[in-house]
């Protein structure tokens, strides 16, 4: 399938897990790839991956919390491929399932600064592009933005704050043609899983917990995140979808 043929595409967190396997989803469906990552050597390695197997992409260093740095890769993008049609804001971190009481100022504001603020910096700047594409936005929130015990308290929060900006949005946007979804993934096996709290058995906890039993691959959250951004998607705006293996149907 070529669905994404000559779309301009960008990936935040393109450097590994999740928005390294959607990189290279999109790139083999044909679009052009901005794969935007605070992570130089990580986005360079999924740009590698993607011009060996003949697709198109290039890295932009970006730290997504940071408004001019968002800014100013939404504009070279922008210069560099003439257009925009999609934005997967899918950059964050965890918080190590801190509690409340145990969550600092320091990582209750580096959470929202990367998992929230980053998602409205980068809906923000992509609007105006957008709109003149009819293209539209995918943001990844977690099934910790639908109920508790999936992070912590920073992390929970950040997540259902993201889900906020996909109903908002979609809403404020639906008029000119752009439409803003998101993906709720379960536990997939990413880099991110290093942050599990100290002595947790995380393989035996997913097993419990998922109906499925098992983590998710990076490539089963890519699949759906290309649908949502692609026209077999045309009548979708304010979706959020779970791609979790049945956690939140318990
Ligand atoms: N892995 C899971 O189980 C899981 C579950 C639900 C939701 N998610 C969400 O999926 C998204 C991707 O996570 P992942 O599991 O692929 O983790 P990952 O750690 O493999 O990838 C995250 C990427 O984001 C980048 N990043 C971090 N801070 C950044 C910043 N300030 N600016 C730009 N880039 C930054 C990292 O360098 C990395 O390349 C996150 O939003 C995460 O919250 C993950």
């Known amino acids: ?36 990552d605070i992570g130089e050597k990580s986005g360079l390695e999924t740009v590698a ?13 970006t730290d997504v919390s940071k408004v001019d740095s968002v800014n100013a890769m939404v504009d070279a993008s922008v210069a560099a491929l003439g257009k925009l049609d999609v934005y997967f804001s899918n950059a964050g971190i965890i918080d190590g399932f801190a509690p409340c009481e145990q969550t600092s100022d320091e990582l209750w504001h580096r959470i929202i600064n990367i998992n929230l603020a980053g998602c409205f910096y980068g809906a923000r700047a992509a609007l105006p592009h957008l709109a003149k594409t009819k293209g539209n ?92 951004a692609s026209d077999d998607a045309s009548f979708i705006t304010g979706t959020l979808l779970r791609v979790d293996g049945g956690w939140r149907s318990k």
């Open 137 to 228: 936005i995918v943001m990844t929130s977690s099934i910790a933005g639908l109920g508790a015990m999936a992070g912590g308290t920073a992390y929970t929060a950040s997540k259902y704050g993201v889900v906020g900006l996909i109903n908002q949005i979609a809403c404020e946007c639906a008029a000119q043609g752009v439409r803003v979804n998101g993906v709720a993934p379960g536990p997939v096996a990413t880099n991110m899983l290093a942050d599990a709290p100290e002595g947790l058995d995380v393989e035996a906890w997913i097993k419990a917990v998922t109906p499925m039993g098992r983590f998710g691959k990076p490539e089963e959250i890519a699949l759906p995140v290309l649908f949502l």
């Open 49 to 61: 991956i993607i011009l060996q197997f003949g697709g198109s992409a290039q890295f932009i260093a």
């Open 1 to 36: 399938m070529q669905r994404f043929k000559g779309k301009a595409v960008i990936v935040t967190g393109g450097g590994s897990g999740i928005g390294r396997a959607t990189s290279l989803a999109f790139a083999s469906e044909g679009a052009n790839v901005i794969v935007a």
